[in-house]
């Protein structure tokens, strides 16, 4: 009897001892302080489907290897009609969103109380179609101070830094040679935003205006109320998604964003 009375309490601490290590590690869990991003691939125009598939999959890493943020994923008009709205986004799950590719209108319930959620102190990562996203709504567009216009054909550009010691650019020689589907845009906002990224003369990109000099922007951040905004036009090809240095670019705007790093350079 004392044996089994002995080999039953051995079993209540191992279990006990189980079910507080569960417990530890969800503790440890949630005072590492990762963030959460909901990541919106949902398309209602043209779909860039294999740097979405991998963009995905890229920043997953980015946030595990770096341990700074975790992802959900929106992909599409039901998801978006579920986790964008004001009633979910309250609920506090995120710190901030990444329209991922997002093309055309894509059906925010409430596309006012989701920037006011914006406002209120959560981020906004736009990653190249981001700014071919609500042409419609001229809300979203002064939320994210670009709008695509047109591209060519992909090209290689030498892209200026003009923030040397932002986290999204501080890892990047004075001029980054990259090749990618550079994006034109319909205004030039640089009185309004931070540039981080440009160009000193069109892409050579087979259109009338190539080569021609000028000041065009790829890369971006603001204020916006108390959130904050990081925008890269870069982002179209497969290669520049498994490039480290475009990787280390997107970390460190993401952490900008989140106030986790104001200077210097970010590792993965």
């Known amino acids: 009897m004392r044996t089994l009375t002995a080999v039953l309490a051995l079993g209540i601490l191992g279990w006990l001892g189980v079910h507080a290590t569960v417990e ?34 890229i920043l997953a890493e980015i946030g ?21 709205t004001p009633e979910f986004l309250n609920e506090g799950k995120y710190d901030g969103v990444i329209f991922l590719n997002t093309t055309g209108d894509i059906g925010i319930p409430d596309l006012k109380a989701f920037l006011e959620w914006l406002k209120s102190g959560k981020v906004f990562i736009g990653i190249h179609a981001a700014a071919d996203t609500y042409h419609n709504r001229p809300e979203y567009l002064e939320m994210l101070q670009g709008e695509f216009a ?10 200026k830094v003009e923030q040397p010691e932002h986290p999204a650019v ?44 000028g000041d065009y922007l790829l890369a971006w951040c603001r204020e916006y109320g108390k959130g904050r905004v990081f925008y890269t036009a870069l982002g179209h ?17 993401i952490k900008w964003a989140l106030r986790l790093q104001e200077k210097g350079t970010v590792k993965l």
């Open 150 to 159: 047109y591209h060519g054909r992909q090209t290689k550009v030498v892209a």
């Open 64 to 84: 595990e290897r770096s341990g700074v943020f975790t992802v959900d994923y929106c992909r599409d008009a039901s998801e978006v009609q579920k986790m964008l």
């Open 170 to 213: 501080a890892h990047l020689a004075p001029e980054w040679v990259v090749f990618d589907e550079i994006y034109l845009f319909k205004e030039n906002n640089r009185p309004r935003v931070q540039v981080l990224l440009s160009m000193d003369r069109h892409p050579d990109d087979g259109t009338p205006q190539a080569g021609k000099e």
């Open 24 to 57: 530890q590690k969800e503790n440890r869990t949630m005072q590492t302080g990762k963030k959460r991003l909901l990541v919106v691939t949902h398309t209602a125009g043209f779909r860039h489907a294999d740097s979405i598939e991998l963009g995905e999959k």
């Open 237 to 253: 090809r497969l290669d520049v998604w498994q490039d480290e240095a475009y990787q280390r670019h997107l970390l460190g705007g």
